[in-house]
C-alpha cells in the first residue's frame, strides 16, 4: 500500500487513504482491547488468581464492559482546572501514539509509509506525548497530578537518550533509518537477526523502551500507591480512557518496533520454516514482547525516584555509547576491511 | 496574478503556514507561559512539516526531536520548578500599539512589495538523490568534518559550563 503514496492526491486517492487509516484504527482498538484483558488474565494466573471472568465467555467481555462504562461515566473538568488543556491533553497524547504506527512494517510489502528516517520518525513523534502528559498533569491544578507529570518528563527525557543511542548500532550496521530495509536486512537464521550482534542494545532498548511505556518497574509516574495515579488523576470517563489508550498503543508500537528493530521482523528463525507466512512470524514475535512486558509488570517491585535517574544517565547512556563504539570498531575492522 | 494548481502539495503548504502564523501570533497573545509553551511548539511542528514539503526529512524530525520534544519539555519543567508570576498584565498604551501597527503594516508592505518586484531566477533542476539523510551524513563527515566537531566542542564546553555554574550556587 506504500505505492499509493507516490500518486497523485485525487478524492479516490484520499478515500483510499481514509479507509486505510479507519482500518489500522480499528485493528488497535481490537488490540488494545484484548491486550487489556490478557494483562489482567495473564498477571491473574501468575498470582494465583483466576482474574476477569465474569462477562462473556471466559471474560472475554470484561474490557468492552469497562470501556462501556468509561464512555458513559460523567465527564468532570474540576473548578480551577486549565479548561483549555485539560481538553487539549488527552487528545495530544493520543495523536503521536497513533501517528507512529504509520512507519512500522509488517512484512515485506504490507506497510503503510516508507519513509527514509522511519526511525526518527517514531523517536521524534513519541516524544510530543511527553508534552501532553506534563500538559494534562499542569492543567489538573492538582500536586499529585503535578507530582506525576513532572516525574514523567523527568524520565521520559532520561530514557529517550539511551533508547536512541541504543538503536544507532542497528542503524549502523543496516546503513540506513528505513524500517522496512532495516527488517529486510537481517537473516532468515535467527543468529542472523539484529538482538544477537547487538546484544548490548537489545537489553539497553528493552529497559529503555519499558522505562518510556512507563510501565513497572518504571511506572513512577503512575505510581498508584504513593501518587493516586499520578498525572491522569483528575480525568475521568472518555478522557481517562484516552490516557490509558494512549499507553497502550504506545505498547502496540514499541512491540512492533521492537520485532522489526532486534527480532528479524517477518523472517523466521530458519529457513526452512520459510513457508510459513511472514506475517505470522512478526505476530508470533510481537505477542512474545507483549507478553514479556505483561510477565514484568507482575514480577517486577517498582524502583525509586533517585534510583531511576541514576540508572538511566550512570548505567544506561553509558552502555549504549559502549555499544556504538563496538559496532563502529567491528565495521571498520571486519566488514569494511 | 494568484494562479495556484490545487495540489496536495500546496494545501498542506497552507495549512502549516496556517499553525506556523497563529500559533506565532497566539505565543504572543497569551498571557500564561504555559499556554505560550504550548503554542510555541505548535509553531515548532508546523515548521518541521515545512521541512518536510521541501524534502528534507531528516531535519524536519529532528527538528521534531529537538524543538518540539526536548526544548518545549524542557520550557515547561522549568515555569513549574520555578515559582513564579503565572501569567503577566501588560499596560494598555494606546498610542504606542497604533504606531507599532503601522510599523508592521509598512513593513509588512515593503515585503510584499519587494518579493512580488524580485526576478526569481530559473531554479536549477536539483539533482534529487534516492536518500537524502545518507548524503548529509556523509557531507558531515568528509567536507564539513572539522566545523561538525568544532560544534561538538563548543557544545561540550557549553554543558560544562552550565554544570559549573549550577554547581556553584549548589554549594553557596
Redesign the interface.
Known amino acids: 500500500m506504500g505505492a499509493w503514496l507516490d500518486e497523485?492526491?485525487t478524492w479516490g486517492n484520499a478515500l483510499i487513504f481514509f479507509l486505510w487509516g479507519v482500518i489500522l484504527l480499528t485493528i488497535v482498538l481490537g488490540f488494545v482491547t484484548y491486550a487489556i484483558y490478557f494483562e489482567r488474565k495473564v498477571i491473574g494466573w501468575m498470582q494465583l488468581r483466576i482474574g476477569p471472568n465474569r462477562v462473556g465467555p471466559l471474560g472475554l467481555l470484561q474490557t468492552v464492559a469497562d470501556i462501556f462504562k468509561l464512555l458513559i461515566k460523567e465527564d468532570t473538568i474540576p473548578r480551577k482546572a486549565?479548561r483549555?488543556?485539560f481538553i487539549?491533553a488527552p487528545a495530544l497524547a493520543y495523536v503521536p501514539a497513533f501517528a507512529v504506527l504509520a512507519v512500522i512494517p509488517y512484512t515485506q510489502d504490507l506497510y503503510f509509509a516508507d519513509?527514509?528516517?522511519g526511525l526518527?520518525?517514531y523517536?521524534?513523534?513519541s516524544?510530543?506525548s511527553?508534552?501532553a502528559i506534563?500538559?494534562g498533569g499542569?492543567a489538573s491544578n492538582n500536586k499529585y497530578a503535578?507530582l506525576g507529570?513532572?516525574r514523567s518528563?523527568?524520565q521520559m527525557?532520561s530514557y529517550?537518550v539511551p533508547l536512541v543511542i541504543s538503536v544507532v548500532g542497528v542503524v549502523m550496521m543496516t546503513?540506513?533509518?528505513n524500517l522496512r530495509l532495516i527488517g529486510e536486512h537481517q537473516g532468515n537464521w535467527f543468529w542472523e537477526w539484529n538482538f544477537l550482534p547487538q546484544i548490548i542494545g537489545f537489553v539497553v532498548f528493552i529497559i529503555a523502551a519499558v522505562s518510556e511505556l512507563n510501565r513497572t518497574p518504571f511506572d513512577l509516574p503512575e505510581a498508584e500507591s504513593e501518587l493516586v495515579a499520578g498525572y491522569h488523576v483528575e480525568y475521568s470517563g472518555f478522557r481517562f480512557a484516552f490516557f490509558m489508550l494512549t499507553e497502550y498503543v504506545y505498547v502496540y508500537a514499541i512491540a512492533a518496533l521492537t520485532t522489526v528493530l532486534f527480532l528479524g521482523g517477518w523472517h523466521p528463525p530458519a529457513p526452512f520454516l520459510d513457508f510459513v507466512p511472514g506475517i505470522v512470524w512478526f505476530l508470533l514475535k510481537f505477542s512474545c514482547i507483549v507478553f514479556f512486558l505483561f510477565w514484568l509488570r507482575a514480577t517486577m517491585p517498582r524502583i525509586r525516584v533517585d534510583q531511576l535517574m541514576g540508572f538511566g544517565w550512570k548505567v544506561l547512556l553509558p552502555l549504549a555509547i559502549l555499544n556504538v563504539f563496538i559496532t563502529a570498531l567491528y565495521l571498520e575492522l571486519f566488514i569494511k576491511g | 496574478m494568484f494562479n495556484i494548481e490545487w495540489t496536495g502539495e500546496y494545501i498542506a503548504f497552507i495549512v502549516f503556514s496556517a499553525v506556523i502564523i497563529s500559533g506565532a501570533v497566539f505565543m504572543i497573545n497569551f498571557t500564561k507561559v504555559v499556554h505560550m509553551v504550548v503554542s510555541l511548539a505548535a509553531v515548532f511542528i508546523g515548521i518541521a512539516g515545512m521541512f518536510v514539503l521541501l524534502n528534507a526529512e531528516f531535519l524536519a524530525f529532528v527538528q521534531v526531536l529537538v524543538y518540539a520534544g526536548a526544548v518545549s519539555i524542557l520550557m515547561i519543567f522549568g515555569i513549574m520548578m520555578t515559582k513564579h508570576k503565572e501569567s503577566e498584565t501588560e499596560s494598555k498604551r494606546g498610542l504606542h500599539s497604533l504606531l507599532v501597527g503601522i510599523g508592521a503594516v509598512a513593513l509588512f508592505g515593503i515585503l510584499f512589495y519587494a518579493i512580488r518586484q524580485t526576478e526569481f531566477p530559473q531554479e536549477q533542476p536539483l539533482q534529487a538523490v534516492e536518500d537524502n539523510t545518507l548524503e548529509i551524513g556523509k557531507l558531515l563527515f568528509t567536507g564539513y568534518v572539522v566545523p561538525f566537531e568544532i560544534i561538538s566542542v563548543l557544545l561540550t564546553v557549553a554543558f560544562i559550563g552550565s554544570i559549573v555554574l549550577a554547581k556553584k550556587e549548589a554549594n553557596e
Open positions: 497523485s492526491l486549565d483549555v488543556l487539549l519513509i527514509n528516517v526518527l520518525y523517536v521524534a513523534l516524544g510530543i511527553t508534552i506534563v500538559i499542569w503535578l507529570g513532572m518528563a523527568a527525557i529517550e546503513g540506513s533509518l
